[in-house]
């Protein structure tokens, strides 16, 4: 994906007030993001555990949604898959729950995806980043396909927000 910058990133969230948009922690690092391997930009809240953003471009544009996560319990030990990137953790999944765009998202709708802990999707498709043995299955897919499947599932989980 093109590099953003924190501005860019601020004010291309769907599901949040302004005013929350200005206060979240954007990464600091953003010049040093391995942009060209990713197909969105995933983090953490430092400050905050169970709060997780992302942005991706969606035709031509950057869109940014704020999700929140369920801290780590015991029951994420097992064996679980990324519904974005089918990566399979044991204990790396986490439930992501985005609350809806606009009046839906005021009344307390919210749309969940089941994903890496990390939001790290992108790098591990590419076998950048290693989710240990028997994370990827065995598949015919060229890398390709497996990023366009990535951009495809999360692009559909970013509809529903916004649906
Ligand atoms: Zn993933």
Not at 8 to 17: D, K, L, M, Q, W
């Amino acid at each position: 994906m093109n590099p953003l910058t924190e501005q860019e990133i601020r004010t291309a969230f769907v599901n949040c007030s302004k005013g929350e948009a200005t206060r979240l922690s954007v990464p600091r690092d953003l010049p040093e993001q391995p942009w060209e391997d990713l197909d969105f930009l995933g983090w953490r809240d430092p400050r905050a555990p169970d709060r997780a953003y992302l942005t991706i471009a969606m035709d031509g544009r950057p869109v940014g949604v704020q999700l929140r996560t369920s801290t780590v319990g015991s029951w994420q030990t097992r064996r679980s898959m990324c519904s974005v990137c089918v990566t399979t953790h044991t204990g790396g999944v986490s439930l992501m729950v985005a609350p809806r765009s606009g009046k839906a998202g005021k009344q307390g709708n919210s749309v969940g995806i089941y994903m890496c802990s990390d939001l790290a999707c992108s790098l591990y498709v590419r076998g950048k980043r290693d989710a240990g043995v028997g994370a990827r299955l065995h598949e015919s897919l060229t890398l390709e396909e497996k990023i366009q499947r990535t951009v495809a599932n999360l692009t559909a989980f970013i509809a529903k927000v916004t649906a």
